[in-house]
């Protein structure tokens, strides 16, 4: 079989970053998370349709979030020793199927089955994809940590746009509409499998072991690794818990403080999650240039002031406010990720499903958790209650100063 220009740049010159395979992988993660966020956007219809009530809205999530949380640390465990190139296309079929049962979902139950079909899709999906973009960054990892996340977080911005043109004004069964979507995306993962595994063929497999970092002098013992580890999963949970609180009750905060309409907050949520977007670009360059540690201490502590003030504002304020915290607080997690990858570099699949799995499983535990906080008290108190958690981003301070050895 012929060999691709890709794999020859793979095997023959090893530190060229493969471009077209981050982007085919960047763009496979637009399309996987533009379906995963039709499900937060089209909550205030199965809110009105099923009437559900803001703790079920959190169950739903949450349900979401733990299955594809709780399967990514072991999927990625597993392809550390088992490399699996087309799962990547499989979990998008379980996403494609998931979709489709939610289309025609005739109670809460299938709602439940129908969400956790698409996270279990997400959890293959992230660990090998992640992976794919550690292989392809040709040692600008930050970079192509960044280029794979802004197409999931591009994706997650138009997602609810498309939803409000799609789905809200014509009804749930138009979600059927996003399964060309997946389509697309199994299409573009087969080109990725078929690299990833022409790649695997011929690279020298210790290349990871052979990578090697540097804690200005000091020996990286396992009990500081696994210290920095759990100060990283402390920011996750910062972050994260701020995120879910956004990007689930954000439309309702802007509808009952505001009185906008469903399809007005919806735009107002894109354009949130466009800032993230735009965000999420930023931190990986950043953090290869300057340091991975400082982006992460800026983009988590940063944002506090704003997100304190945000519940005290105006509408257009408001959406201001929004923009700057997308943009500050998304610039952390590909710093956080690639930061812990060159802690443990020859465990790359299970810290990126350990990472991307933490985070998911926050997010739906937050959502849960704020969604019963708002029927017990206010949409307002949670949001107003929210503001602080990114002032925990001060235990930044305790990671050790980390550079990779060339």
């Not at 500081?224 to 996750?236: D, E, T, Y």
């Not at 304190?308 to 956080?336: D, K, M, N, R, Y």
């Not at 108190?381 to 929210?386: D, E």
Request: charged share 10%; proline share 4%.
């Amino acid at each position: 079989m012929k060999k691709s220009t890709e794999l020859l740049l793979a095997r023959d010159q090893p530190q060229k970053t493969v471009y077209p395979i981050l982007f085919s992988i960047s763009f496979a993660h637009m399309l996987n998370d533009m379906l995963q966020s039709v499900i937060p956007s089209v909550y205030p219809m199965l809110k009105d349709n099923y009437q559900l009530n803001f703790t079920q809205i959190g169950v739903i999530t949450l349900v979401f979030q733990l299955t594809a949380s709780l399967l990514q640390p072991l999927v990625g465990m597993y392809t550390d020793k088992n490399p699996r190139p087309f799962s990547l296309a499989v979990g998008m079929v379980f996403s494609l199927i998931g979709l489709m049962v939610l289309s025609r979902a005739p109670n809460f139950a299938i709602i439940l089955f129908s969400v956790g079909l698409v996270g279990v899709g997400s959890s293959i999906f992230h660990p090998e994809s992640s992976r794919v973009a550690y292989m392809a960054s040709g040692g600008q990892r930050g970079l192509a940590q960044s280029i794979f996340q802004i197409g999931g977080n591009a994706g997650s911005a138009i997602g609810p746009l498309l939803a409000a043109l799609l789905i809200i004004p014509y009804g749930q069964t138009n979600i059927l509409w996003f399964g060309i979507a997946a389509v697309l995306a199994i299409f573009a993962l087969l080109k990725v499998g078929r690299w990833y595994r022409d790649y695997l063929q011929a690279r020298n497999r210790n290349k990871d072991s052979a990578d090697s970092i540097d804690l200005s002098g000091m020996k990286v013992s396992k009990s500081r690794i696994s210290f920095a580890i759990v100060i990283l999963l402390i920011l996750i949970f910062s972050k994260y818990f701020y995120m879910a609180c956004m990007s689930s009750y954000f439309t309702f905060f802007l509808i009952e403080k505001f009185g906008v309409t469903i399809q007005q907050s919806q735009v107002y949520l894109f354009v949130f999650l466009a800032a993230v977007a735009a965000g999420t670009f930023m931190g990986g360059p950043l953090g290869d240039r300057f340091g991975r540690k400082y982006v992460i201490w800026i983009s988590i502590l940063g944002a506090a002031p704003f997100a304190l003030l945000l519940p005290h504002v105006s509408l257009f304020w408001v959406v201001v406010l929004s923009i700057i915290i997308g943009i500050i607080l998304s610039s952390a997690f590909s710093a956080i990720l690639v930061y812990a990858q060159e802690l443990m570099p020859g465990k790359v699949g299970m810290i990126s499903g350990l990472f991307f799995g933490f985070a998911f499983g926050m997010g739906g535990i937050g959502s849960a958790v704020l969604g019963n906080l708002a029927d017990s008290t206010s949409i307002e108190y949670v949001f107003w209650l929210c503001g602080f958690l990114p002032l925990l981003g001060i235990v930044t301070g305790f990671l050790p100063n980390i550079r990779q050895a060339h």
